[in-house]
């Protein structure tokens, strides 16, 4: 059986004393690489029924693996543009579909259905689709995840928990407790005018970047 390590122990700790002090919304904010997402599954044991939001489909599939094993469940399933596992006990959902009209309303989920909410990517969180999330679910207690919880465009994220983050672990810090290894950056000039190409939710099209990225490739000197 999978168990809690370092950082994890520290951030299960911080949860429980905040939920202690009556809050029930938090932010754990951790470098990537952390173990956000089993601490997340962690966290939700002792919870009847648990919903975890993401904007990509491999975040999704990737949490249900963690959930999975520390849960110790087969009870686990997607909400997506292809699945439709609206009865689990566990659902992983994206963003895009939940926040719809068609699955966000008291016919498939009443404002109490899940007691526990993990909201990935919680910098995110200030986007018209989250919101509408936000408003109409009414958890027992809602984590919000992220290791950059500062948006470019200045909107604040911290009003949707309350202003409560018991736990914080950024990258320096991790690297310097050996969570993380040291690692360089190395970049390479792109002159690419990014401002062009559609997005989609808060990323550009792949579709898009490919076919662009392909006409840049072009050999400007054909023979």
């Not at 991790?174 to 970049?187: D, E, G, M, T």
């Amino acid at each position: 059986m999978i168990e809690p390590r370092d950082a994890q122990i520290e951030a299960l700790y911080a949860l429980n004393k905040t939920r202690q002090e009556g809050y029930s919304k938090a932010l754990i904010q951790a470098a990537t690489g952390v173990g956000k997402t089993c601490l997340a599954a962690f966290d939700s044991l002792s919870y009847q029924r648990i919903l975890f939001v993401a904007h990509r489909q491999e975040i999704l599939l990737q949490a249900a693996k963690a959930f999975k094993k520390i849960h110790q469940t087969e009870n686990i399933g997607l909400l997506d543009q292809d699945h439709k596992d609206l009865d689990a006990k566990i659902l992983m959902a994206s963003v895009l579909t939940l926040s719809s009209d068609q699955y966000l309303n008291h016919e498939i989920f009443s404002r109490k259905a899940f007691d526990y909410i993990v909201i990935d990517e919680f910098h995110h969180a200030a986007a018209k689709s989250y919101q509408k999330i936000l408003d109409y679910l009414q958890p027992k207690f809602l984590l919000g995840l992220s290791a950059t919880p500062e948006r470019m465009d200045g909107r604040s994220v911290y009003a949707l928990c309350d202003f409560n983050v018991p736990y914080k672990v950024d990258l320096q810090k991790a690297i310097n407790r050996s969570l993380l290894v040291p690692f360089h950056y190395y970049a390479i000039y792109d002159d690419t005018d990014y401002s062009q190409m559609r997005k989609q939710v808060d990323d550009l099209s792949l579709r898009i970047l490919k076919k662009h990225m392909n006409l840049q490739r072009a050999d400007p000197y054909p023979s």
